[in-house]
């Protein structure tokens, strides 16, 4: 296993070199010295995209010499005779981070290209250092402008990219475009189909990171799963100087004091010996100062060491069993309304996790922002992150392919080193066929091949065998580290009286995460519990799921559907759903439902040694 596992970190700096070479994503921004381009973006709505195309659509931004009228250029008329239709500077403007869904009423349900533009000084650029434009999150295609020049396109709405800008800032009037396009399509990850809101727009941070002329691009340090007296991972340089660079790397509470020196490329694996790690876990939710040095650039991060495996039907952390107390949670701010963004954001949403009891949150059913991961690591919560490939979509598209995988391997990129982290899922309630078993499979070799210390899931679905009897049939149970699946039993398939005398044909000996299940009720409506949308309703279903459950022998998990009502355009029930998945335990308004409570005592009184 050792060996297995040594293959698979050196298979991983190759592809992680290779990754760099394309696309060198900064990792750790947020222990950056940054200059924030947070704050208000002018902007201009644009269905037909005017600002891209000329009359015979062709892209402006192909072109030689594009007229005025490119939006991406930002052209002021120079006398009162000139001809330009459109005028950031008077156009209105939208808050970064944030989605303009939430922000503009008549933007409520807009989908389509959106032009932001901020204009910016920058007289910090040192004299060989290099600057990097650094967007956490755009839904979901982005083209970047700076000055004029376009620097780039990224797709995916959860997943963080960044431009190498070194040489380009002026000290006075620099104006970023970015044509933002949150249109749905077949061959996207997501596709057209999914159960919630497309919230559009720049919604993440923006900032400018500036760094020495080498520097330290990417990282990976953590617990070797087999071994909790070995760090293992390695160190990435950037910038011009790559090759012979000497990194320090330095965990002071460890008296880890070591030096590499990175390959022709900027590479160099690591492999630290430590003794007595205070193991990070969710009663002692421990994080390490660690710093890494070359030359002038040192980067510090708080690193949290355990190790997590499966071992039959266990999940061992820390190599000792555990049952992941979870909830689902989506990505939306119920106190302000729209997309979640920010530190305080996540703190809300895992403080009622915790509320609940819970030790373990599954992010659905995209990779959310990075505060709530780096919470979650100081908050003592093991957590699930997910790739958007949801539902159907076109499997046998490679063009798809290659936007899941990078996606993928953004989010791995950026988290890696966060001990919450313990599993990557895949993808959501996929259909049994061929090629879509193959699709996810390329995805999981991928996963391993960045991160062999990880577990590996994808949220599967249920079949029935008969009346009684429910299984799950799918391949891909081979290939994940843990198999997971969602049902509907008492909601989407019949009544919540059929849950007691439901049973589970499971064979495989692997841990069982039970990753969705759930009842739709609208807070503070009662009624008896066989009558739909009643908080009673909800709390019978959660009742009766939680007794079924149980009798799966190897079920080490939960993670119920969900912890917070959620906007879906799936969802129009007039005066019950209005916009509105109602399967949270908690209203849009913060007000908890009768469900809650028995998950919460669930948990409380829940022991690993009763199953
Ligand atoms: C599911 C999906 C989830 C939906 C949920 C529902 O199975 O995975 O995205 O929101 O059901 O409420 O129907």
Known sequence: MKRK????????????????????????????????????????????????????????????????????????PKDKTELVEYDFDKSPTLLVPGDWNSQEEKLFYYEGTVWYKKSFDYEKAKPNNRVYLYFDAVNYQADVYLNGEKLGTHKGGFTPFNFDVTGKLKPRDN???????????????????????????????????????????????????????????????????????????????????????????????????????????PENPYLYDVNLRVNDDVLEDQIGFRSIRTEGADILLNNKPVFLKGISIHEENPQRGGRAYSEEDARILLNWAKELGCNFVRLAHYPHNEHMARMADKMGLMVWEENPVYWTIQWQNEDTYKTAERQQAEVITRDKNRASVIIWSMA?????????????????????????????????????????????????????????????????DRLPDALSKTSWEIKQNKPVIVSEFGAGALQGLHGD????????????????????????????????????????????????QDGWNRKGLISQTGDKKKAFYVLQDFYKNFKLKDK
């Open 529 to 576: 519990k066989m009558e739909r949308w009643t908080e009673e309703y909800q709390e019978y279903l959660y009742e009766e799921t939680l007794a079924m459950l149980q009798k799966i022998p190897q079920l080490r998990g939960i993670t119920p559907w969900i912890l917070v009502d959620f906007r879906s355009p799936r969802r129009p029930l007039p005066n019950v």
């Open 5 to 76: 596992l040594t293959l698979l970190v050196i298979l991983c700096f190759s592809i992680c070199r290779q990754l760099a070479a394309q696309d060198p994503l900064l990792v750790n921004v947020y222990n950056r010295d940054t200059k924030t381009l947070n704050g208000k973006w002018h902007y201009i709505v644009d269905p037909y995209e005017n600002g891209y195309y000329d009359y015979r659509q062709e892209p402006f931004d192909k072109q030689q010499n594009p007229s005025n009228n490119a939006y991406f250029r930002n052209y002021k």
């Open 428 to 492: 959501n309630e996929t259909p049994v066929t061929p090629e879509r078993t193959a699709f996810i499979r390329n995805l999981i070799a991928k996963t391993r091949s960045m991160d062999p210390t990880r577990l590996i899931s994808a949220a599967l679905e249920k079949h029935n065998i008969n009346a009684t009897t429910s299984t799950v049939d799918d391949p891909l149970i081979e290939d994940v580290d843990v198999l997971s699946f969602n049902q509907y039993i008492g909601w989407y």
């Open 175 to 281: 104006f970023v475009v970015v044509k933002v396009d949150n249109k749905r399509k077949r061959e996207e990850v997501p596709t057209v189909n999914t159960d919630w809101w497309n919230y559009g727009g720049i919604t993440r941070e923006v900032r400018l990171v500036e760094v020495p002329a080498s520097f330290v691009q990417d990282y990976f340090l953590q617990l070797d799963p087999n071994n909790t007296n070995e760090l293992i991972g390695y160190v990435q340089v950037g910038g011009e100087q790559q090759a012979g660079q000497k990194v320090q790397v330095n965990i002071p509470a460890l008296k880890v004091k070591q030096e590499v020196v990175t390959d022709a490329r900027g590479y160099a694996p690591l492999e630290v010996k430590v003794r007595k790690v205070n193991l990070w876990s």
